[in-house]
């Protein structure tokens, strides 16, 4: 059991997408130097490292997408910024 949070961590690495938008920052390296950083409490089970995982097993598995859908309601601040950006992604999902 004493790897369990290394285990995982290792699992949502291998299975963390590249980001296209952003070649040049690398998720997988900044968590490695990360969990470098947080390793005794790492080793150790520690329960706010078990939230991170819980937090970024969440992201990987679009948890809150899959609740929320496509349509996020625009803020009444900044619609049109919003709108712009969902265009963008949208016409570069399309090629």
């Known amino acids: 059991m004493a790897k369990s949070v290394s285990r995982h961590y290792m699992r949502i690495l291998a299975q963390w997408p590249k980001d296209p938008l952003r070649p040049e920052t690398s998720f ?4 490695r ?25 969440s992201l990987l598995e679009d948890r809150y997408r899959k609740k929320v859908g ?3 309601p625009l803020s009444p601040i900044l619609p049109s910024y919003e709108h712009a950006c969902k265009n963008s992604i949208y016409a570069w999902k399309m090629g």
């Open 28 to 31: 997988r390296e900044a968590m």
């Open 70 to 72: 496509d349509n996020i």
């Open 33 to 57: 130097r990360r969990m470098e950083k947080r390793k005794e409490l790492i080793e150790r089970n520690d329960p706010s490292e078990l939230q991170q995982v819980n937090a970024l097993y």
